[in-house]
């Protein structure tokens, strides 16, 4: 049995105690407002509530525990949790510092624990359905991808747009590439708030002339949630705002035919037909708790492991020295 204990119930906090009440047998629930605590325990009365996270990390009865609270605490309770035995999962990004997450990764080895990063969109059906494509060669070769992650509002205090929303985006393009960014360059501004910025434009360089590109905002009138896969044969775009259409498939292209005529009359352009592929229904969310509860069972890596969060916090640390410095491009040593 996976008895589970959820610690943080802010704006997500609620989505995962909902799904572990659903898929294991949830504990206890902490959080340190009162508020929260009183909503939680009307909606769920045979589930504890505390504010005291010592009720969790010295219970014998617990063995897995979720921390959905603000980045800059993650590594203070993971490692605890680690260190008293328990399986952790972490939402993203990992910690603040490839330090503190490399530590993080030692210790839940030397524990012989699951520890899983809430990387989300790894578990989203149209992900893993795009990521088939790639793999069958339906896509052709990958010539570049990018991705638009904006609102206005979820304004942060101690973590700027690129912390807040990009973990989403790169992850989801090392999983469609398995391939890592030789480098990452970052431009973008702070404007409510000093040296926090709210709205960032970052580019990241993988092997064989493949570009991802990824902007993030806070302060843009419209809430758009799409990526953009460009293949030399086929083009695929995943928007997550489409309540059922998410997935478009463009067999569009320019192809060249080797001919003794000028280049420019070599190149022919390609169009044919888009289409919408049924996608497997499912919330993602579910399926990711689901997934770490598996982990824990079966004893296996999950997909979005410690050195899944790491590779994307070294990623973030680079696009953050690239901002610092104007935008210059930053080798990111993965």
Not at 97 to 104: M, T, V
Not at 304 to 314: H, I, M, Q, Y
């Amino acid at each position: 049995m996976v008895n589970v204990a959820v610690i943080g119930t802010g704006d997500w906090g609620p989505n995962l105690v909902r799904n572990f009440y659903q898929l294991s047998n949830l504990k206890i629930v902490c959080d340190i407002d009162d508020k929260n605590l009183f909503k939680i325990q009307n909606s769920y009365s045979n589930v504890k509530v505390t504010k005291d996270s010592n009720e969790i990390f010295n219970s014998e009865d617990l063995n897995a525990v979720c921390i959905a609270v603000s980045t800059e605490h993650h590594y203070k309770l993971a490692k605890r949790s680690l260190l008293s035995g328990k399986h952790t999962f972490v939402e993203k990004p990992l910690c603040l510092s490839s330090k503190h997450s490399k530590d993080l990764i030692e210790t839940a080895n030397k524990q012989n624990l699951v520890l899983m990063v809430g990387h989300l969109l790894l578990y989203h059906p149209v992900v893993r359905r795009l990521k088939s494509y790639i793999e069958d060669g339906e896509f052709g070769d990958i010539q570049y991808i990018y991705s638009t992650r904006v609102n206005l509002g979820q304004v942060r205090k101690t973590e700027d747009a690129l912390w807040e929303f990009a973990p989403h985006d790169i992850s989801v393009i090392l999983y469609l590439l398995d391939s890592k960014p030789d480098y990452v360059t970052a431009v973008g501004e702070a404007y409510l708030q000093p040296n926090i910025c709210d709205v960032v434009f970052l580019t990241l360089r993988f092997p064989n002339k493949v570009m991802a590109h990824i902007h993030v905002s806070w302060l843009d009138p419209r809430k758009i949630r799409k990526m953009t896969v460009v293949g030399n044969r086929k083009m695929g775009v995943f928007d997550d705002m489409e309540p059922q259409e998410k997935l478009r498939i463009y067999d569009k292209g320019i192809d060249f035919k080797p001919s003794f005529t000028p280049y420019q009359e070599s190149l022919s352009l390609r169009v044919g037909d888009i289409y919408i592929p049924k996608v497997a229904s499912g919330e993602p969310l579910k399926i990711e708790c689901q997934h770490f509860i598996d982990c824990i069972r079966e004893k296996k890596k999950p997909i979005s492991d410690g050195e899944n969060g790491l590779v994307v916090v070294k990623i973030l640390e680079s696009a953050g020295k690239s901002l610092k410095s104007g935008g210059k491009p930053v080798r990111s040593h993965l």
